[in-house]
């Protein structure tokens, strides 16, 4: 990888995502209710200048069985503030994570980042049926 001229600062790896702080809290969910939470408080790092990449997080899922427990949610966002990971990745990494602990009948993530270097960047994933069969 090509290294950023000027200062750079020190981040932490992957690893430092904390998955054990996600929570879940039973949710029988009989009429196919949507849940969506959003914060304008992620912070990750980028792992080319060391410096940080903010964005607003949308999160919408249609639950089977549970919900994520939200001051666990909100550990996990805490956990990227020191971890470079590029954008795309951070979508990817989230999503991953809360689809694997929901197992939800569908989800979709949005990730809006605020402009850097005049370019706005969104990045969304989404997977499952979100229509009853």
Do not use: H
């Amino acid at each position: 990888m090509p290294e950023a001229e000027g200062r750079t600062y020190n981040f932490s790896d992957e690893s430092a995502i904390e998955t054990d702080v996600l929570e879940t809290i039973q949710f029988e969910n009989k009429d196919g209710e949507i849940v969506k939470y959003e914060t304008d408080e992620f912070s990750a790092v980028c792992p080319f200048s060391g410096l940080p990449d903010i964005a607003k997080i949308s999160i919408e899922y249609i639950p089977t069985n549970k919900i994520v427990e939200l001051k666990s949610l909100k550990y996990y966002f805490i956990s990227f503030r020191n971890v470079g990971i590029y954008q795309e990745r951070a979508t990817q990494r989230i999503f991953d994570d809360l689809y694997d602990l929901l197992k939800p009948r569908w989800m979709k993530i949005t990730v809006i980042y605020n402009t850097r270097g005049g370019i706005d960047a969104t990045t969304i994933i989404e997977k499952g049926e979100k229509e009853k069969k």
